[in-house]
């Protein structure tokens, strides 16, 4: 299912805003930097595509931060750049995000866990979130949904290292995996996807 994303003035106007706020959360602990995942370099391979799976909900808000009230997950903050295969950021690149609460269920009636933004200018994102927690017959994971203004959507999931579930999970795919670290009392991962465009 393609789903065509065209900003108009009042999208781009909130992309600046969206991802300055997604920018300005507090630093990791001791300022700690996670380097890139994939690093990237002149033809690049796209990022793999995986399936949305039957839990993908359209019309997300706009937020970075999809936290909820009194949520005993463990706090995840989720950040990195869109890129071309030719390592070029892709300012204004869609970024829908959603994944399982802390018990390992997803909300289909409303939007807990669920959200979207607009990459900024050098093609940043970031989300404030918490940990899923695990489900029968799969990993721990995160599922995303990024696409550059007019262009195609690429779908894929985000994996966690060091899963005891990874090896027993046919979807899992090394090449998704976050590097993850961790940031006061929760973590912080970092993921660049790189769309299939030049």
Avoid at 59 to 72: F, H, I, V, Y
Avoid at 115 to 125: K, N, S, V
Wanted: glycine content about 10%; aromatic content about 10%.
């Amino acid at each position: 299912m393609s789903r065509s994303y065209q900003p108009d003035r009042r999208h781009l106007l909130l992309a600046g805003a969206v991802g300055a706020a997604g920018i300005s959360f507090p630093a990791m602990a001791a300022g700690q930097e996670l380097s890139p995942t994939p690093e990237c370099r002149d033809e690049h391979d796209a990022t793999p595509r995986q399936s949305e799976g039957p839990f993908f909900k359209p019309k997300s808000p706009q937020r970075a931060d999809l936290r909820e009230p009194a949520t005993k997950g463990r706090m995840f903050e989720l950040s990195g750049v869109v890129l071309t295969r030719n390592c070029r950021p892709v300012p204004g690149a869609l970024v829908d995000l959603w994944h399982a609460d802390e018990s390992g269920d997803y909300d289909n009636r409303g939007f807990r866990y669920r959200g979207h933004q607009l990459a900024d200018a050098q093609g940043r994102y970031r989300f404030r979130t918490i940990e899923p927690a695990v489900y029968p017959g799969r990993t721990r994971h995160y599922h995303v949904k990024v696409q550059a203004p007019n262009r195609p959507i690429l779908t894929t999931q985000l994996y966690f290292p060091d899963e005891a579930g990874n090896a027993r999970d046919g979807m899992f795919r090394r090449e998704l995996l976050m590097r993850v670290a961790s940031a006061g009392e929760g973590l912080a991962g970092r993921f660049d996807f790189v769309l299939d465009m030049r």
